[in-house]
């Protein structure tokens, strides 16, 4: 049975969301040769691995990504201490990329799930997102001896605050996004470095394909591929033609355009349309 995605979890499950610490003491941001930049991405699935033997924390959790193949980071201590006793009972709790960051420390957040998480960790995150939001819905200008440099001053803040936060909420809402082409899954290991004879030695479905190809897809080779991962080279009469053939894990979305806006730009139509 297929999991229900991260919007359908959220509305039907009790939730917080947590930074990410010791972001650049791991992982994080590393370069690896199969997926390329271990960077998550929002409603990716994380792994929470408990510590007890921590000779720092007793409470820690560590956050792993991938199948617990690269470890991100782990819980801030303040949290740990309230999530560690319900991963030690056994609890199953999940976890999910809330935003993957930008490289940076503590830029990267997860969303827990769990109708036993801690009411007053649960409580923080909810006043928190409450605040923010009924922040940026207000529009009224509270000191009528404010200046109009100041008014608009304001208003430019308030507007800003209002587009950061909706481009947070674009994915939740927006849940089978075209404006990201999906990514092929990886072709199988034993081709890598492999000379391939024909097209239709390559598995159906798998994201192995040339560059012009890759680009009609939606997507570019990323800038520190040296290589690429198969090649294909065949008789063509008295011509003899061979192909590079770079894999899923070697390319990247191309940046948004206006026919594939960006999380805030598409937040900055909708504040400009007010459909919100």
Same mark, same amino acid.
């Given at each position: 049975m297929q999991e229900p995605?991260?919007?359908?979890?959220l509305n039907e499950n009790k939730?917080?969301?947590?930074?990410?610490?010791?972001?650049?003491?791991?992982?994080?941001?590393?370069?690896?040769?199969?997926?390329?930049?271990?960077?998550?991405?929002?409603?990716?699935?994380?792994?929470?691995?408990?510590?007890?033997?921590?000779?720092? #924390?007793?409470?820690a959790v560590e956050i792993w990504w991938r199948d617990a193949r690269?470890?991100?980071?782990?819980?801030? %201590? $303040?949290? &740990?201490a309230e999530l560690a006793p319900l991963l030690d009972s056994g609890a199953n709790v999940r976890g999910y990329i809330w935003t993957g960051g930008d490289g940076q420390?503590?830029?990267a957040q997860i969303v827990l799930v769990h109708d036993d998480i801690p009411d007053g960790w649960y409580t923080r995150s909810v006043d928190e997102a409450a605040e923010e939001l009924y922040s940026w819905m207000d529009?009224? #200008?509270?000191?009528?001896?404010?200046?109009?440099d100041e008014i608009i001053q304001r208003r430019?803040?308030?507007?800003? %605050? $209002?587009? &950061?936060?909706?481009?947070?909420?674009?994915?939740?809402?927006?849940?089978?996004?075209?404006?990201?082409?999906?990514l092929p899954p990886?072709?199988?290991?034993?081709?890598?470095?492999?000379?391939?004879?024909?097209?239709?030695?390559?598995?159906?479905?798998?994201g192995l394909m040339t560059k012009t190809a890759w680009s009609e897809a939606g997507f570019n080779i990323k800038r520190r591929v040296k290589k690429p991962f198969a090649w294909i080279e065949y008789s063509n009469g008295r011509r003899f033609v061979?192909?590079?053939?770079?894999?899923?894990?070697?390319?990247?979305?191309?940046?948004?355009?206006?026919?594939?806006?960006?999380?805030?730009?598409?937040?900055?139509?909708?504040?400009?349309?007010?459909?919100?």
């Open positions: 995605d991260l919007k359908q979890i939730w917080a969301i947590t930074s990410i610490a010791g972001l650049q003491f791991y992982d994080y941001d590393e370069d690896d040769e199969l997926i390329g930049s271990i960077r998550p991405a929002h409603g990716d699935r994380v792994q929470l691995v408990r510590r007890p033997d921590n000779k720092y #924390d007793h409470n690269f470890q991100l980071g782990h819980v801030p %201590r $303040r949290e &740990a420390a503590w830029t529009t009224r #200008d509270q000191d009528p001896e404010q200046t109009v430019n803040a308030t507007r800003e %605050r $209002r587009m &950061a936060i909706l481009a947070t909420f674009i994915p939740l809402m927006f849940t089978n996004d075209e404006r990201d082409p999906e990886e072709p199988p290991r034993s081709l890598r470095g492999k000379t391939i004879g024909w097209w239709d030695q390559i598995p159906d479905g798998a061979r192909y590079d053939l770079y894999a899923s894990s070697q390319v990247t979305p191309k940046k948004p355009t206006k026919k594939r806006p960006s999380d805030r730009q598409l937040a900055k139509k909708l504040i400009n349309d007010e459909v919100m």
